[in-house]
């Protein structure tokens, strides 16, 4: 059951968006885009800051439902 695993469901929900989501970014800010890439394939940052500052940079740049 996957209820019952050790595995935090929602970290594995946003670690399956980052390439997704940086693929939208990649089409209005490539370097933006680079950047976060680079930062997730290094493993420089947990996923979850990764995955808010992707999100905050779509929402500041209106890629996503409500920005700015």
Do not use: C
């Amino acid at each position: 059951m996957i209820e019952n695993l050790p595995i935090d469901m929602e970290l594995l929900e946003k670690r399956k968006a980052i390439p997704v989501k940086l693929a939208e970014l990649s089409y209005i800010d490539q370097e933006k885009a680079i950047h976060f890439l680079r930062i997730w394939g290094e493993k420089k940052s947990p996923i979850t800051p990764l995955y808010n500052e992707i999100m905050k940079t779509l929402y500041d740049k209106e890629l996503i439902e409500g920005g700015a």
